[in-house]
């Protein structure tokens, strides 16, 4: 099987956007799926036109434009470069990190990751050896990365930047997929 996944720090990608991405794929590029999604931060470019003036656009299409080129350029670099990998899961929590400013509270405070390791390096067999080097992480937490809030008026990925460098400078791994997940919590089910 093969996947391409690709991660946005913007507040999302939209269908619409995301069939132009594919359209601007090689013919060549052959994957069962691609996945793309974004980290949902509100300190991101806008991507979906909420923070336009009133009934315009907030969206900056020179910019917008030349970013979905780069996710396309980014899933055929991939492509081209993909070699066989294995997968290693990891599971911690991460106490009193989140925090809900509605009620109900509902917090959610499970990491996992998701490391794809060279097959042609490490044989499946010897996966929990600590000594690979990924090919990609995946790191996936549900809190919505907004620490910044309201006030803030510079373009940043929020808290999402200082764990993919963190993953990055501790493990000195040279090719990495950051992924960040936001996932909804359906207040019902609290």
Request: some cysteine; overall charge negative; aromatic content about 10%.
């Given at each position: 099987?093969?996947i ?18 594919i359209?601007k ?15 949902h931060?509100?300190?991101g ?10 009934l315009l ?6 910019w ?8 396309a350029?980014s ?7 993909m070699k066989?990998?294995?997968i ?8 009193g990190?989140s ?6 509270q509902?917090i959610?405070e ?5 490391q794809?390791?060279d097959?042609n390096?490490?044989?499946i067999?010897?996966?929990?050896d ?10 996936f937490?549900?809190s ?6 309201n ?7 929020d808290?999402p930047?200082?764990?993919?460098r963190y993953?990055?400078?501790?493990n ?6 950051r ?12």
């Amino acid at each position: 099987t093969t996947i391409a996944i690709v991660s946005v720090d913007v507040i999302g990608i939209m269908y619409p956007e995301y069939q132009r991405i594919i359209s601007k794929l090689p013919d060549y590029i052959t994957l069962d799926n691609i996945i793309i999604t974004s980290t949902h931060n509100h300190e991101g470019p806008d991507t979906i036109g909420l923070w336009g003036p009133d009934l315009l656009t907030g969206v900056n299409l020179e910019w917008y434009n030349e970013a979905m080129d780069h996710i396309a350029d980014s899933i055929t670099e991939a492509y081209i470069s993909m070699k066989p990998a294995g997968i290693k899961i990891g599971h911690t929590e991460a106490p009193g990190f989140s925090r809900d400013s509605r009620d109900p509270q509902c917090i959610d405070e499970q990491i996992e990751t998701f490391q794809l390791i060279d097959q042609n390096e490490t044989p499946i067999a010897k996966l929990i050896d600590q000594n690979e080097t990924p090919i990609a992480t995946m790191i996936f937490y549900r809190s919505h990365p907004e620490i910044l809030w309201n006030d803030n008026t510079l373009v940043t990925s929020d808290y999402p930047n200082y764990i993919y460098r963190y993953v990055e400078n501790k493990n000195r791994w040279n090719s990495y997929l950051r992924h960040w997940s936001h996932r909804r919590i359906d207040n019902t089910k609290c």
